[in-house]
């Protein structure tokens, strides 16, 4: 056999092992390209493992498909959240590199003594490589009553950049998504978003 042809035999085995190295890194990374944070895997509780359905992934960008799981597996969770609002999605980044995004779905309900609709339950999703997102857990703040927040977050965007002297403050998570904090980007400031 010529050096010629080990030599092309070698090139060819390099190739061949590059094209496998990155198809498997595509299929693993979910086939996003520099998508490297995977969404958590969706630890259900028994209501929603028995009605099925919750643990698959959703479109994140469809406002109304999260709205529909969101309203039924906060009734499912618990009874006093059946009858709520959804209000639209609340788009959070993790505070860490290795955080999933994360989106929170606010439910209201009218008050029965009147005065403005209070935020009642928070539902979250964590987005995953192809903008997938994946059910989260249900929060239910229907006890804290004329204390619940009119909104998710509590704080505003506005309030949280005058406070943190920028214009464009971002909503990041640490712990949970249901417990977001205000910062700003080129210092690093943070400041609670309330629940």
Do not use: H, K
């Amino acid at each position: 056999m010529s050096r010629r042809a080990i030599a092309l035999a070698a090139a060819a085995v390099v190739v061949f092992f590059g094209v496998t190295l990155f198809t498997l890194t595509r299929i693993v990374s979910g086939g996003s390209p520099g998508c490297a944070i995977a969404a958590p895997v969706p630890n259900l509780p028994a209501p929603l493992r028995a009605l099925g359905g919750f643990d698959q992934s959703f479109d994140a960008s469809s406002a109304t498909e999260l709205a529909e799981v969101a309203s039924s597996a906060a009734g499912a969770v618990s009874p006093n959240l059946n009858g709520t609002t959804p209000l639209p999605p609340v788009s959070e980044s993790g505070a860490a590199r290795n955080q999933a995004a994360a989106i929170v779905i606010p439910l209201i309900a009218q008050q029965v003594t009147g005065g403005p609709p209070r935020v009642d339950g928070l539902v979250s999703f964590f987005v995953g490589c192809g903008g997938r997102a994946y059910f989260g857990s249900v929060d239910d703040i229907s006890s804290l009553g004329p204390q619940a927040p009119t909104t998710f977050p509590a704080v505003t965007a506005a309030s949280a950049g005058t406070t943190l002297g920028t214009s464009t403050p971002q909503l990041v998570y640490t712990r949970t998504p249901f417990s977001p904090e205000w910062r700003d980007a080129q210092s690093g400031i943070s400041i609670a978003a309330g629940e």
